[in-house]
């Protein structure tokens, strides 16, 4: 993987797919999977997923570190990582995925996936009743790239769609909810909650029992509904089992956990009204995602904006 040295890059991810990761990137540039050094002073770049701690602390010519994904969590729980830029990955393959994954769980809930199957196994022959989609609010809490495409797509298939993001902003055909003032009024306004928000310290454990309570019960599908596929560290799972038992849910999909993998004796697994899936709503493709990387590199080396740079007091 040996190039001309121009921005030697370090990859430090704990991935399967590292050694065509690392093909890729070497077509370019010369790309390290590990320090030679202690202090390694030839490393310009870091690109990262979930790495070691400490790992880039010894990398005193460090330039830019960039996450291989949109979520930057794994970033910030390095307790020695260096004050340089950081970017996230915005890709529209990433987006599409996404989308994908948000329109088929809201429509599986809308079409009572859950009840057929369920009568399917039974050998069970009954038809239950159907509403439109525009009896049926969408609420996005996360209101970023993902969000506003996700909620695109479901307003073309004539779904109600509510967002709600940190400060104000707006979208077309979106009715749009603000900081904890608007919290309540959106859920309120909420048959099936959608969760992209990253993992933060004031996001943390924000999916809780109480915050699923404010959700609206009385509505098209006959109860309120889960999606999050956002991080698995929004959600507390002891409230979400507890809101499924007493109806405060009807169902849920769940694609990223407190834990993962989810332990073999999580009751989520055989819970009749939850779908899991492996966190596996978006996954990150390396041909789509080096050439935007490889560029944001070659713009940094240009003095030019970058794309996605990381706020690090906002931690996303």
Not at 28 to 51: C, F, G, Q
Request: aromatic share 6%; glycine share 10%; hydrophobic share 45%.
């Amino acid at each position: 993987m040996s190039q001309p040295a121009r921005g030697r890059i370090l990859l430090a991810l704990t991935r399967q797919d590292v050694d065509y990761w690392g093909q890729l990137l070497g077509k370019d540039r010369e790309v390290t999977t590990e320090r030679a050094w202690p202090a390694d002073p030839s490393i310009d770049y870091a690109l990262v997923w979930k790495h070691k701690p400490g790992v880039l602390a010894g990398l005193p010519n460090l330039k830019l570190v960039i996450s291989m994904g949109a979520g930057v969590d794994h970033v910030f729980a390095d307790p020695d990582l260096p004050d340089v830029p950081i970017l996230r990955v915005v890709a529209e393959n990433l987006t599409t995925h996404m989308t994908e994954y948000v329109v088929w769980r809201v429509m599986d809930h809308h079409r009572q996936g859950m009840a057929y199957r369920a009568q399917q196994a039974g050998k069970v022959w009954e038809e239950h009743g159907q509403q439109t989609a525009a009896c049926v609010h969408v609420g996005i809490m996360g209101f970023g790239h993902l969000g506003r495409a996700a909620a695109k797509a479901l307003v073309a298939l004539g779904f109600r769609v509510n967002g709600w993001t940190r400060t104000p902003a707006a979208a077309e055909g979106v009715a749009t909810f603000h900081g904890e003032a608007g919290l309540k009024d959106f859920l309120a306004a909420t048959d099936i909650l959608v969760v992209l928000l990253p993992h933060t310290p004031a996001t943390e454990g924000i999916i809780d029992y109480d915050l699923l309570s404010g959700l609206r019960r009385d509505n098209a599908l006959g109860g309120a509904v889960l999606i999050n596929a956002g991080r698995g560290m929004l959600q507390k799972e002891a409230g979400i089992l507890r809101a499924l038992d007493d109806g405060t849910l009807k169902e849920a999909s769940l694609d990223v956990f407190e834990e993962e993998p989810l332990p073999a004796r999580s009751p989520l697994w055989s819970h009749p009204r939850v779908f899991v899936t492996p966190h596996a709503a978006a996954t990150s493709d390396p041909e789509h995602l080096v050439p935007l990387m490889l560029e944001q590199i070659a713009r940094f080396e240009r003095g030019e904006a970058l794309d996605n740079l990381v706020d690090r007091k906002a931690g996303y």
